[in-house]
C-alpha cells in the first residue's frame, strides 16, 4: 500500500499574542507501504515543550519503524511491547539532549498521538490529548482514539511523564483501502474537525479536505492545509496550536 | 492567497469552560484612596477584555463574590459566560468577613462543577481570585486550609491578591503559592492579566499549577 500524507501546523491565537512559536510538532515515514507517523503537542508550562515535541515527532517514525520491520502485528501485546521499546529509546535520546543543556526530560514535555499502518491495519498509539482517527474509503467511520485527561481539560498525560507507559494507548485500525483516510489531530484541530459525539471526523470538515488533496500533490496540499488551520474560524474556535497529519492510503 | 480549499465546513466543539470566581473586598477601608471605584474600574476592564475574545467570551464562566457589611458575603448575580458578563458596581463599608466569603466560593465550584459534568460539558481547573486589603473578621483557617488541600488536588487553583497594607501573611495562607501584593492600585493591569489568563488556553502537567503569565504588570515585587 502506497501513502500521500499531508502535514501542516499553525500558531494559535494565545502564542500569537504572546510571541511564542507554534508548540505541535509532527514527523512521518513511508517505508516498504508500511506508515509510521506521528504528531506531538508540546507542553505550555514546560521550558522546552514546543522543542520536547519537536524531537519527539521527528525521532519517534524511525524508531518505530525500526521496531516493525514486517509491519505492525495484530495482537496487541506484541504491537504495545514494542511502541513501549521504541519509545523508551526516544525518551532516552531526548533524556541525553536534556542532561546536556542542564534540563531534564519533563522540560521537553509533550503529548503524543501516533500511528504504525499498513494495507492490513494497524495501530494509534497515545499518551495525553489529541485525537486519532480513521475512514475508511468510502467514508464508513473507523477507529477513534481519544484524548485523555486529568479531571480538567487543560491537565493530561505526557511521554515524559514517569507514569508514561501507563497512560500509552492502543487502539486498533482496521484496514483502511484504497482511500481511506488516517488522522493525527493536535488538540487544537479536534475541536473544529471532529464530530459533536467524538466518534470520528466530522464530515463536513473532512469530505472537502480530502476532494481536495486528491487533485494536489503533498507540497500543495500541505499549504492548503497550513492555510485552513490558520484561517480565522479555526483561530476563533480554538486559541491552541494547531497540527493536523492526514495520510491517505493510495 | 491560492490553495484555498472550498466548501470547508468547521464544528464548533470546543466547549470547555474556564470558571473564574472573583472574592473580592468591600469593607469599609475600601473606601479609602477611592479604591472601590478602582475596583469597579477594574472590573470593567475585565468585561470589556475578555468579551473581546472570542473564545474567552465564550469559554469564560464567571462569579462575583463581595463581602463587607456586616459580616455579610454577597453574591453578585447568577454564574455568567463572560460574553454576557455585566460588572457589577460595588459598594464598600463596614468588616471583612474572607473566611465565610472563600467558603462560598468553594462551595459554588463545587456545585458549577458537578452541574457542568451532568451536562457533559469539560472544564479547565477554576480560579478563584481572592483581593483584599486588610485582614478577616470571621473564622479563617480552617477554610485556608481547604483552599490549599483543593488546589493540592488540583480542584482549584487561588490566587490570593493583596492591595495595600493587607494581611500578606493571611492571605498567603489561602494559596499553596503564597499571596502577592497589587502594586500601587493597579486594579486594571490586574483586570487585563486576568483576562489574559482566562484567555490562555495553557495546559500543565499532572499535578502541576497552570502556567499563567508574568505578573510583573501589577504585582510588587518583593525586595
Known amino acids: ?250 | 492567497m491560492s490553495h484555498v480549499i472550498p466548501d470547508v465546513a468547521l464544528i464548533d466543539n470546543s466547549d470547555e469552560r474556564a470558571l473564574l470566581v472573583l472574592v473580592l473586598d468591600c469593607s469599609g477601608s475600601m473606601l479609602d484612596e477611592g479604591k472601590i471605584e478602582l475596583l469597579n474600574d477594574g472590573l470593567k476592564t475585565l468585561e470589556v477584555e475578555l468579551k473581546a475574545d472570542p473564545v474567552a467570551a465564550r469559554c469564560g464562566r464567571v462569579l462575583v463574590i463581595s463581602f463587607g457589611g456586616d459580616n455579610s458575603v454577597e453574591r453578585m448575580g447568577e454564574w455568567t459566560d463572560a460574553m454576557d458578563f455585566t460588572a457589577p458596581t460595588l459598594h464598600a463599608g463596614g468588616m471583612t468577613p474572607l473566611g465565610s466569603a472563600m467558603r462560598g466560593a468553594l462551595d459554588e465550584i463545587e456545585e458549577q462543577k458537578s452541574q457542568m459534568r451532568a451536562a457533559g460539558v469539560t472544564y479547565k481547573r477554576p480560579i478563584i481570585m481572592l483581593l483584599s486589603d486588610g485582614e478577616p473578621t470571621d473564622d479563617w483557617r480552617m477554610v485556608a486550609d481547604e483552599c490549599r488541600n483543593a488546589e493540592t488536588a488540583h480542584r482549584v487553583n487561588v490566587m490570593a491578591i493583596g492591595i495595600g497594607q493587607a494581611n500578606r501573611d493571611i492571605l498567603g495562607a489561602f494559596s499553596n503559592k503564597g499571596a502577592l501584593n497589587l502594586a500601587g492600585l493597579r486594579f486594571k493591569e490586574l483586570f487585563i492579566w486576568l483576562s489574559r489568563s482566562i484567555r490562555a488556553v495553557s495546559r500543565a502537567p499532572t499535578g502541576a499549577t497552570v502556567q499563567l503569565n508574568p505578573v510583573d504588570s501589577w504585582a510588587q515585587m518583593q525586595t
Open chain 1, 1 to 250: 500500500m502506497a501513502w500521500k500524507v499531508f502535514f501542516a501546523t499553525a500558531t494559535g491565537r494565545t502564542h500569537q499574542q504572546d510571541g511564542v512559536p507554534c508548540q505541535d510538532s509532527g514527523g512521518y515515514l513511508v517505508r516498504d507501504g508500511i506508515l509510521v507517523a506521528s504528531v506531538c503537542d508540546g507542553a505550555g508550562s514546560a521550558r522546552a515543550g514546543g522543542e520536547g515535541a519537536g524531537l519527539f515527532a521527528a525521532l519517534l517514525p524511525e524508531r518505530v519503524a525500526a521496531q516493525f520491520p514486517s509491519g505492525p502485528p495484530a495482537l496487541e501485546d506484541e504491537a504495545r511491547a514494542a511502541l513501549a521499546r521504541a519509545l523508551g529509546e526516544v525518551r532516552d535520546g531526548v533524556a541525553t539532549q536534556a542532561a546536556g543543556r542542564d534540563l531534564v526530560l519533563a522540560d521537553f514535555a509533550c503529548t503524543l498521538i501516533g500511528c504504525i499502518a499498513s494495507g492490513e491495519g494497524g495501530w494509534f498509539f497515545h499518551v495525553g490529548d489529541g485525537y486519532g482517527a480513521s475512514r475508511g474509503r468510502g467514508g464508513e467511520p473507523g477507529a477513534i482514539s481519544r484524548p485523555e485527561n486529568g479531571e480538567f481539560a487543560d491537565e493530561t498525560y505526557f511521554v515524559t511523564d514517569e507514569a508514561w507507559a501507563d497512560h500509552l494507548r492502543l487502539t486498533p485500525i482496521s484496514p483502511p483501502g484504497r482511500g481511506g483516510v488516517i488522522g493525527l489531530l493536535s488538540d487544537g484541530v479536534a475541536p473544529f474537525a471532529i464530530d459533536r459525539a467524538r466518534s470520528g471526523f466530522f464530515a463536513p470538515f473532512l469530505d472537502p479536505v480530502l476532494a481536495y488533496l486528491a487533485g494536489v500533490d503533498e507540497a500543495a496540499g500541505n499549504e492548503a492545509l497550513a492555510h485552513l488551520l490558520a484561517g480565522e474560524r479555526a483561530l476563533e474556535i480554538s486559541a491552541d496550536d494547531k497540527a493536523l497529519l492526514l495520510a491517505i492510503a493510495t
